[in-house]
Each structure stands twice: as C-alpha cells, then as structure tokens.
C-alpha cells in the first residue's frame, strides 16, 4: 500500500494497489496501539480510498489495511 501525503494534515490517500479492497476496512492506530480511527470500504475507484485526519492530533501512526485476509501496514505522520 502506498500513502501520501505522508506527512499529512487533514486527509490522506491509501492506494492499494493491486489489493482486492471490495470488504475491507482501514484502522488508524496512534504509537501506543490504540485505535483511533476505523472506516469500512465497500468499494473503490481507482483502489485509492480516502482517510479524513482533520480531527486527529499530530503524531506518529501506523495504518492497517484489512482485506483478502491479510494485513496490510504502513506508517504516517500526521502535522498540524
């Protein structure tokens, strides 16, 4: 999965790649584990989805990508 732009500040793009997203979802975890944002995908256009982050705190944060039965993981820098 690819993210930009990372650094972000109130919204970032997951490309997916060749990933089936049809059913999947998104979970945002801040450093310490927590969970702090989860969207759900039905579908795509283009396997770019869109994570809003206007409301979350700057910081260091790990994306996971749900989907085929796999885990998918990156990190992002959010700034405000």
Do not use: C, H, R, W
């Not at 256009?45 to 996971?64: P, R, W």
């Amino acid at each position: 999965i690819i993210v930009y732009p990372n650094p972000a500040s109130d919204f970032v793009n997951i490309n997916l790649g060749n990933i089936n997203a049809k059913n999947s979802s998104i979970e945002l975890y801040n450093s310490i584990g927590q969970m702090v944002k989860k969207q759900n995908i039905s579908s795509v256009s283009g396997n770019v989805t869109q994570l809003e982050t206007t409301d979350i705190d700057g910081g260091l944060y790990f994306i996971k990508v749900l989907a085929e039965g796999k885990i998918y993981a990156t990190s992002l820098v959010i700034t405000k």
